[in-house]
């Protein structure tokens, strides 16, 4: 009985390895391809709806553009941003251009202000990531009125 029972437990030990389950190594683009279904077209065609999460539920535009406060906006994004975002095209993350026509202006704010926990529970923010080879927004620890400030930049791309 004492024979079979060393070989037993290493047969175990070897099954438990093959258990068919993916290693350590799965790629990110991988891991949350499994968790966000839509692809980043199909949820942008329905962007209004989201909000995001973080602490802006909803945010309104005012009709005219706050120069003063979009020009803040660009020396924060030009200091803070532009390593991985380039106004006219895609680099490490999307560009800004026409954002909004593309986001929820509270989505963007959340994402600005909120980007750790919008990738793990936001739907959009977790195609991006996957779009953008598991390259995740850093927090740049912005306020709100930067974050806003920012915003505003964005609509006069």
Not at 50 to 64: T, V
Request: charged share 30%; aromatic share 8%.
């Amino acid at each position: 009985m004492k024979k079979l029972t060393y070989p037993l437990i290493c047969l175990l030990i070897l099954l438990g390895a093959c258990s068919g389950e993916k290693s350590s190594s799965e790629s990110v683009k991988e891991k949350y391809a499994k968790k966000a279904p839509k692809s980043v077209a199909e949820l942008e065609k329905e962007y209004q709806k989201y909000d995001g999460i973080g602490p802006i539920s909803s945010f309104e535009l005012p009709a005219d553009i706050d120069q003063t406060k979009a020009e803040e906006g660009k020396t924060i994004f030009e200091a803070k941003c532009t390593a991985c975002h380039k106004v006219n095209k895609k680099f490490i993350g999307p560009s800004p251009k026409d954002i909004l026509t593309r986001r929820n202006p509270a989505w963007v704010m959340n994402m600005i202000l909120n980007p750790d926990e919008m990738v793990q529970k936001d739907p959009l923010a977790k195609q991006l990531l996957i779009e953008f080879n598991g390259s995740p927004m850093a927090n740049q620890n912005l306020t709100e009125d930067e974050a806003r400030a920012v915003l505003e930049y964005f609509r006069t791309l």
